[in-house]
């Protein structure tokens, strides 16, 4: 995604000269969330609404929000299951701070999502499920239909569930299945609304229930039944159109942070000729990897389910050890769990890529919700000096070229990299521009052969990496182990000096790398009084608040992190530019910490630790007021 590009002004929407009839207004953007209980269907109704956007070209970025339970009672608030998407003619960069509309299949739905709703807001409700037993499920004491607390928005009250059955009387299936078409009949609704056509929808739902035929049919009878209903009774006097985005010339699709990470390591292990094989333990928001790799077999692809999280990583150093591009995935529960076997990559310099999908902790802690606390866990959790480098993703799109880098890192350095994603990232989506084969990185590499001189730790001059010997090669048998190595002999050593000198040569290749990457580029005014610092998933809001912020009059720059171990080599003179320098974490102050130990800047931490993403209006208020005169902001 670009930085950002200035919205075009709306059209306005044209007088009707019949007040009866429906006018169309074109919108530069909106945010739709689709809000019920986990077994409605509201995460399937999203990614619909978005699949179809993408397809009329529309810039999109998604937010899921999964229930933390895997069968949390119906009807209760712990069981709400929503999706939210904003679709626009312009370059986005987040979901949307709040919706524009809101569509609640129930009264928990309605309870947790009203509070986001702008005034104003489009408001669609299943009233058949607003039933005395849902309401105290929810913990409302009168009815919101009846108690006018839904005043300040425009409300459209349909009985969804009954009219979905009725449109599928004549299908052969029981009411429970047939019940489970309203989420469709919903999609249907919103479809007409915003202008969007049904033909996507109608051939998923042919292709997804080929062997079903009557279950496709249910849903396309739903989905048909939900537009005629706004069509035929003009449930709304307005409806909207947003045209499609001016994006680059390119091939795109919409894609998800965690398959865009998959797809980079299958093009990784093409691009280098190594075999990719992944060690992983399921384990929520990083499971969906080890799934989407599991289908690139006819590529080389191995994927193996280990039994824990341990034999996953150590399972993944094995395979680097015959000679594979080896990855292990995990969130922060297993990083942990990894920490020994990673430190046994450490001290015998094989590469393997340890991706992190980040969750809310600590412990078991919010396995559905989104973070950015495991940095420092990354940075120092291990016995010992065991650095690693640390690469962090921005969003879906740049999950494919930030993890082609932590390969390439791997593989030249001879080095585990830990790659941080984020829950938010890995579920979220947005367009993506297909890359040209040729366009991407040659990662090719040669294994050592010679067994002349051959020494298992001698060290390249410009990276320090050791060679790569694969076993099995005659003359190169050499030890493995997490006991200290001897220097060029890799024997067992406890001698003091060499521990130093091995100790110093592992950090010192960590920090060639800083040699090896770009220096960071500044967004925005270069003599602005405030410097927004981000890394990983804050990018959107940053930028979002940014270019608000810029709009306003206000001096104000923006720069972001990809490597966070080593550092950019200009971060420093950059920091030096800027009286305030602003760090929006989802922790509390794990980078604005790392900043002030190595740079000795008094930075402004703002951290957020609620499971949810930053809102670009939130950055926007701490930007003004720091602006405003507040020196004592820490």
């Not at 169309?24 to 619909?48: C, K, N, P």
């Not at 690139?296 to 993944?316: H, L």
Request: charged residues 25%.
């Amino acid at each position: 995604m670009t930085d950002a590009t200035a919205k075009p002004p709306a059209k306005e929407a044209a007088q009707p000269s019949d007040p009866t009839k429906v006018v169309t207004e074109r919108l530069e953007d909106v945010v739709v969330r689709f809000a019920g209980d986990s077994g409605d269907g509201m995460q399937l109704t999203g990614t619909q609404f978005t699949s179809t956007s993408a397809q009329l070209g529309n810039d999109l970025a998604t937010l899921p929000d999964f229930p933390a339970e895997i069968r949390a009672p119906a009807g209760t608030l712990p069981g709400v299951s929503a999706f939210q998407v904003r679709i626009a003619d312009y370059d986005i960069h987040t979901p949307g701070d709040a919706p524009d509309a809101l569509v609640a299949m129930n009264p928990a739905a309605l309870k947790k999502s009203l509070m986001d709703l702008k005034k104003n807001g489009i408001l669609i409700i299943n009233s058949d499920e607003f039933k005395a037993g849902n309401l105290k499920k929810a913990g409302y004491e009168t009815n919101p239909l009846e108690d006018n607390s839904l005043d300040g928005y425009r409300v459209l009250t349909a009985g969804i569930t009954k009219m979905t059955l009725a449109a599928l009387r004549e299908v052969d299936l029981d009411s429970r299945s047939k019940n489970r078409s309203k989420n469709f009949f919903a999609l249907g609704m919103v479809y007409w609304l915003y202008s969007r056509p049904l033909d996507s929808s109608i051939e998923w739902a042919r292709k997804k229930f080929a062997k079903k035929p009557e279950v496709a049919e249910a849903n396309i009878l739903a989905l048909k039944a939900g537009y005629n209903f706004c069509d035929i009774t003009q449930a709304f006097q307005t409806r909207y159109e947003i045209e499609p985005a001016k994006f680059p010339p390119g091939t795109y699709r919409n894609i998800m942070g965690n398959t865009a990470l998959s797809l980079a390591l299958v093009a990784a292990s093409r691009r280098s000729g190594l075999p990719l094989f992944l060690g992983a333990y399921p384990i929520t928001p990083a499971s969906d990897i080890l799934h989407e790799l599991a289908r690139f077999k006819n590529f080389g692809v191995t994927t193996f389910q280990a039994e824990d999280e341990i034999a996953a990583v150590c399972s993944a150093i094995g395979a680097a050890f015959g000679g594979a591009l080896a990855v292990t995935t995990t969130s922060g529960p297993g990083l942990a769990l990894k920490s020994e076997a990673i430190n046994l990559g450490v001290m015998i310099e094989l590469p393997l890529v340890i991706c992190n999908v980040q969750r809310g902790g600590p412990s078991t802690g919010l396995p559905t919700k989104t973070e950015q606390s495991d940095l420092l866990q990354a940075m120092f959790g291990r016995n010992g000096e065991s650095p690693v480098p640390i690469i962090a993703l921005a969003s879906p799109a740049d999950a494919f070229d930030a993890t082609l880098e932590a390969c390439r890192i791997a593989i030249k350095y001879m080095v585990p990299v830990i790659l941080l994603s984020d829950g938010y990232i890995a579920n979220g989506s947005e367009p993506w521009r297909l890359p040209k084969i040729e366009d991407l990185p040659d990662l090719r590499t040669e294994f050592h052969t010679d067994p002349e001189g051959f020494l298992p730790y001698s060290r390249n001059p410009e990276t320090l990496a050791r060679p790569w010997a694969i076993p099995g090669t005659a003359g190169l048998e050499h030890r493995i182990g997490g006991l200290e190595k001897e220097n060029l002999t890799g024997n067992v050593s406890y001698d003091a000096d060499n521990h130093q000198l091995m100790t110093d040569l592992r950090a010192a290749k960590v920090e060639r790398i800083a040699n090896d990457i770009p220096e960071l580029e500044v967004f925005g005014d270069q003599d602005a009084e405030i410097l927004v610092l981000g890394w990983g998933s804050t990018l959107g809001a940053i930028t979002g608040a940014v270019v608000e912020a810029r709009k306003l009059g206000q001096k104000v720059a923006r720069v972001h992190l990809r490597y966070i171990n080593p550092f950019p080599r200009n971060l420093g003179d950059v920091l030096d530019r800027y009286r305030h320098v602003l760090i929006p974490e989802m922790n509390s102050g794990q980078l604005a910490l790392l900043i002030r130990a190595r740079y000795l800047k008094d930075v402004v931490s703002f951290s957020k630790v609620e499971g949810k993403p930053f809102f670009r209006h939130e950055i926007s208020a701490k930007i003004t007021e720091i602006l405003g005169g507040n020196e004592d902001v820490h």
